[in-house]
Nanobody, 114 residues
Framework: QEQLVESGGGLVQPGGSLQLSCTAS????????FMWFRQSPGKQRELVAG????????QYGDSVKGRFTISRDDVKNTVYLQMNELKPEDTAMYYC???????WGQGTQVTVSA
């Protein structure tokens, strides 16, 4: 069964860091592009970051460039999102996605608040 499971969310103060994980089962992470999206109440879903299959070319949304880093561990079959310098506006539910298969994880909540 093809499945994505996100973890690592939580409550963090502004300026802090979190690392989200997206662990895949039934899917080889190096064979597909992976995306991280986020959505907060009343707002449209936003692309946060993406990593391509194979040579792992990365892309980022304008609002997170320079603060977030997407990476992949082929041995652990996991995609990560390292989030630094977090801001209150980063508060959202974060989802992992494989566009080629239209598979989504259940999401992990990130709350940035003092």
């Amino acid at each position: 069964q093809e499945q994505l499971v996100e973890s690592g969310g939580g409550l963090v103060q502004p300026g802090g860091s979190l690392q989200l994980s997206c662990t895949a089962s039934g899917i080889t992470v190096s064979s597909y592009s992976f995306m991280w999206f986020r959505q907060s109440p009343g707002k449209q879903r936003e692309l946060v970051a993406g990593i391509s299959s194979g040579n792992a070319i990365t892309q980022y949304g304008d609002s997170v460039k320079g603060r977030f880093t997407i990476s992949r561990d082929d041995v652990k079959n996991t995609v990560y999102l390292q989030m630094n310098e977090l801001k209150p506006e980063d508060t959202a539910m974060y989802y992992c996605n494989v566009p080629a298969k239209n598979i989504w994880g259940q999401g992990t909540q990130v709350t940035v608040s003092a």
